[in-house]
């Protein structure tokens, strides 16, 4: 950042609603910003005033635009990395940082003040409680074992675990068969629909942060989510897929 000013060539982060949830927002910008440090290339983030960008924010706030004047600036969106992404880049709480409506939000629907590790499991679009007509990718489904969640949560009855899914009747049935296991009590909502609330934005962007800040996480099934989550703080995930 010392050089930024001086790099003379530019690229545009355009990450608008559509393009990808909450790990797809940051995953994707991670990489585009390893790319720019290896090139010297300046890189900005274009702000499309959707939900995600008013919790999660850039810790250097020129790293900010709002129009795209010049038109033979590099504009890269999610989808043109989807064959070459990868998660070799830099911890990302050097870029990004949590507002403090996310830490509140948070403690409201997490109040354990002990250590604890977490679960996230992504059933899938397909799973999504919502209305369907929104829905992007309406067959979106991911593989996981019951079996092997079961067992997790078997061999760590001692610890309190977090368990976060983005179906509400899966979790319910979770909590319901193990006493260490922690729910949040929010309407869930994927922040990449249009339909989806500020509320929902708030809520999922806190479960976010409650994994990120967890002793570990055991990923389910295959999610961005749980991934990038665990790269905030350099935590340990363990795959279950």
Do not use: W
């Not at 910008?29 to 900005?44: E, Q």
């Not at 403090?100 to 604890?116: A, W």
């Not at 997790?152 to 001692?158: A, K, Q, S, V, W």
Request: proline residues 1%; hydrophobic residues 35%.
């Amino acid at each position: 950042m010392n050089k930024y000013d001086s790099f003379e060539k530019i690229m545009v982060y355009n990450f608008t609603l559509g393009a990808g949830g909450i790990g797809d927002c940051i995953k994707f910008f991670m990489f585009a910003l390893n790319i720019c440090m290896k090139t010297n290339t300046r890189l900005y983030y274009k702000k499309n005033n959707i939900e995600i960008e008013k919790y999660i924010k850039l810790i250097y706030e020129k790293m900010y635009i709002t129009d795209i004047i010049n038109l033979s600036v590099k504009n890269v969106e999610p989808s043109m990395y989807y064959s070459t992404i990868n998660y070799d880049y830099i911890i990302i709480k050097d870029v990004f940082y949590f507002t403090d409506e996310v830490k509140i939000n948070s403690k409201y629907l997490f109040p354990i003040e002990t250590k604890y590790i977490s679960i996230h499991l992504r059933l899938g679009d397909k799973y999504l409680e919502t209305d369907k007509n929104y829905v992007l990718v309406k067959e979106d489904t991911r593989k996981f074992s019951n079996e092997k969640i079961y067992k997790f949560i078997e061999d760590n009855r001692n610890n309190n675990i977090f368990f976060c899914c983005d179906n509400n009747e899966y979790k319910i049935k979770i909590k319901e068969m193990y006493n260490n296991i922690t729910i949040t009590n929010c309407n869930i909502g994927h922040s990449s629909l249009s339909n989806t609330s500020p509320q929902q934005v708030l809520d999922s962007i806190s479960e976010f942060y409650i994994l990120a800040n967890s002793e570990m996480i055991y990923s389910a099934s295959c999610s961005g989510f749980s991934k990038v989550a665990s790269q905030f703080n350099n935590i340990q995930i363990i795959y279950g897929f």
